[in-house]
């Protein structure tokens, strides 16, 4: 009895992407160039005897350059959140898939591996036949020396990533004496194992089944997004030494296109979700076109609208509002940054004694406020109440914080019980730098007479 055998998952094929150069490779190596250079060089820059950029998240501060944020800065990161989002969208509706094909570190990660991987193993068909190849020494060794490799890098990434969460310099010397903490050591291996996992193994699968960003995309797009397409109406029908003399198309079916593709598709079936917008293809392609005398552009970045021969509208609704939207944000979040004072304080009231008699007939109320200073240098501030008749501070007026920190004040304040009546009363706190009165705030609380 023939019993059919039905696979519920389709069993992975290596895929060994073609090396290719051109405009699109030449600016996807740029951008792992920035990339890199910023992640890797960014947490070694001093900054008024400090890491330039840290995220002491132990201290719940975090530094970036001249910037001191702490957890009540709560609202930027959100900020920067809707900021990355709304650039997402704004890119996607224009453009595509570019971050994804230029900037995400998947892509970025990926293409320094292989590029490791060819070094060592050499071209496509080359790595093609030393994987059909069985166990010898050579391979053995060539094996070897790229996970050897992938798998330094993969730690030197996971250390700089700690790097930023752990001053990098301590963090370098606790790892060559062997005694970092459990929570370094997990963080260094799970990001380099992730690292080295993601880029070295899984590559393509990581966009395709990972990356929710694939699935949503074509909600983004529309007939005037430009996209990486094929042009049907030149290239085909295709066929090998194809030209226009024997009525053919463009395309001599070289498979160059997929032979480049990182994710293995063949753009001409169509845009895919496969597709990460890298444009490798077209690099590939022009070469071809030039090989054989044809015009490049055979692949090229276009519109369903080009396509169909209408004009593209790049000014239109979709794109103006994100625009809009997005400006206004990054305007305004740049004008908070300019305009923020680097004090903030925090007024409690003392629950312990709401209200209470003292000599001379006078109500005391007790308030503990919290001072912190944002700046990297100490500084000395003056206290003030207001709103109360007759009301006033019957504490140290002048409270001293250090840099980038803060200080838990008790202030007492008290007033006269026959002017200022019965009941509750709205007073503000003014604390003012002694040096410098435009680092001032104001926050308001209130007076309690029984």
């Given at each position: 009895?023939?019993?059919?055998?039905?696979?519920?998952?389709?069993?992975?094929?290596?895929?060994?992407?073609?090396?290719?150069?051109?405009?699109?490779?030449?600016?996807?190596?740029?951008?792992?160039?920035?990339?890199?250079?910023?992640?890797?060089?960014?947490?070694?820059?001093?900054?008024?005897?400090?890491?330039?950029?840290?995220?002491?998240?132990?201290?719940?501060?975090?530094?970036?350059?001249?910037?001191?944020?702490?957890?009540?800065?709560?609202?930027?990161?959100?900020?920067?959140?809707?900021?990355?989002?709304?650039?997402?969208?704004?890119?996607?509706a224009v453009a595509g898939r570019l971050w994804c094909g230029y900037a995400c570190p998947q892509t970025v990660y990926t293409e320094i591996f292989m590029w490791?991987?060819?070094?060592?193993?050499?071209?496509?068909?080359?790595?093609?036949?030393?994987?059909?190849?069985?166990?010898?020494?050579?391979?053995?060794?060539?094996?070897?020396?790229?996970?050897?490799?992938?798998?330094?890098?993969?730690?030197?990434?996971?250390?700089?990533?700690?790097?930023?969460?752990?001053?990098?310099?301590?963090?370098?010397?606790?790892?060559?004496?062997?005694?970092?903490?459990?929570?370094?050591?997990?963080?260094?291996?799970?990001?380099?194992?992730?690292?080295?996992?993601?880029?070295?193994?899984?590559?393509?699968?990581?966009?395709?089944?990972?990356?929710?960003?694939?699935?949503?995309?074509?909600?983004?797009?529309?007939?005037?997004?430009?996209?990486?397409?094929?042009?049907?109406?030149?290239?085909?029908?295709?066929?090998?030494?194809?030209?226009?003399?024997?009525?053919?198309?463009?395309?001599?079916?070289?498979?160059?296109?997929?032979?480049?593709?990182?994710?293995?598709?063949?753009?001409?079936?169509?845009?895919?979700?496969?597709?990460?917008?890298?444009?490798?293809?077209?690099?590939?392609?022009?070469?071809?076109?030039?090989?054989?005398?044809?015009?490049?552009?055979?692949?090229?970045?276009?519109?369903?609208?080009?396509?169909?021969?209408?004009?593209?509208?790049?000014?239109?609704?979709?794109?103006?509002?994100?625009?809009?939207?997005?400006?206004?944000?990054?305007?305004?979040?740049?004008a908070g940054l300019w305009l923020r004072v680097p004090l903030k304080v925090d007024v409690i009231r003392d629950r312990a004694a709401i209200s209470r008699e003292?000599?001379?007939?006078?109500?005391?109320?007790?308030?503990?406020?919290?001072?912190?200073?944002?700046?990297?240098?100490?500084?000395?501030?003056?206290?003030?109440?207001?709103?109360?008749?007759?009301?006033?501070?019957?504490?140290?007026?002048?409270?001293?914080?250090?840099?980038?920190?803060?200080?838990?004040?008790?202030?007492?304040?008290?007033?006269?019980?026959?002017?200022?009546?019965?009941?509750?009363?709205?007073?503000?706190?003014?604390?003012?730098?002694?040096?410098?009165?435009?680092?001032?705030?104001?926050?308001?609380?209130?007076?309690?007479?029984?």
């Amino acid at each position: 009895m023939k019993v059919d055998v039905v696979e519920l998952y389709e069993i992975r094929k290596a895929i060994h992407p073609r090396d290719v150069h051109g405009w699109f490779a030449a600016w996807r190596w740029l951008l792992v160039w920035a990339t890199q250079l910023v992640f890797y060089g960014a947490a070694w820059l001093p900054w008024n005897g400090r890491q330039a950029v840290l995220f002491d998240i132990a201290h719940r501060k975090f530094y970036i350059f001249g910037l001191v944020f702490w957890p009540q800065d709560i609202i930027y990161l959100t900020v920067l959140l809707i900021i990355a989002a709304l650039s997402l969208f704004l890119f996607t509706a224009v453009a595509g898939r570019l971050w994804c094909g230029y900037a995400c570190p998947q892509t970025v990660y990926t293409e320094i591996f292989m590029w490791i991987e060819r070094r060592i193993e050499g071209d496509r068909n080359a790595r093609i036949k030393l994987d059909a190849s069985g166990l010898s020494l050579k391979k053995f060794i060539l094996k070897a020396e790229k996970h050897g490799i992938w798998a330094a890098l993969a730690l030197w990434t996971g250390f700089t990533f700690v790097g930023y969460f752990t001053p990098i310099r301590e963090l370098g010397a606790e790892v060559l004496a062997l005694r970092t903490g459990p929570w370094e050591t997990f963080w260094i291996l799970f990001y380099g194992f992730a690292t080295y996992g993601n880029a070295g193994w899984m590559r393509e699968q990581v966009c395709l089944h990972m990356c929710p960003y694939a699935r949503f995309q074509s909600a983004m797009f529309d007939k005037d997004t430009m996209i990486i397409t094929y042009d049907g109406a030149r290239g085909e029908p295709r066929g090998k030494g194809a030209g226009r003399s024997d009525q053919r198309g463009d395309c001599v079916d070289c498979s160059i296109c997929v032979q480049v593709c990182p994710t293995g598709i063949d753009i001409r079936d169509g845009l895919q979700y496969q597709c990460i917008g890298c444009a490798a293809c077209i690099d590939g392609c022009d070469q071809v076109m030039q090989k054989v005398g044809r015009p490049k552009g055979l692949i090229r970045y276009s519109t369903e609208r080009a396509l169909e021969g209408k004009a593209t509208r790049i000014l239109r609704p979709r794109v103006l509002i994100y625009a809009a939207i997005l400006a206004g944000i990054v305007l305004a979040a740049g004008a908070g940054l300019w305009l923020r004072v680097p004090l903030k304080v925090d007024v409690i009231r003392d629950r312990a004694a709401i209200s209470r008699e003292v000599e001379g007939g006078l109500v005391e109320n007790v308030y503990r406020l919290q001072v912190m200073n944002t700046t990297e240098r100490a500084r000395s501030y003056e206290v003030a109440v207001a709103g109360l008749p007759a009301g006033a501070l019957a504490s140290e007026p002048r409270v001293h914080v250090g840099a980038t920190d803060s200080r838990m004040v008790p202030v007492r304040v008290r007033a006269d019980r026959a002017l200022a009546g019965q009941g509750t009363h709205d007073i503000v706190f003014s604390i003012r730098a002694v040096d410098d009165e435009n680092v001032a705030v104001q926050e308001k609380s209130v007076f309690i007479v029984r």
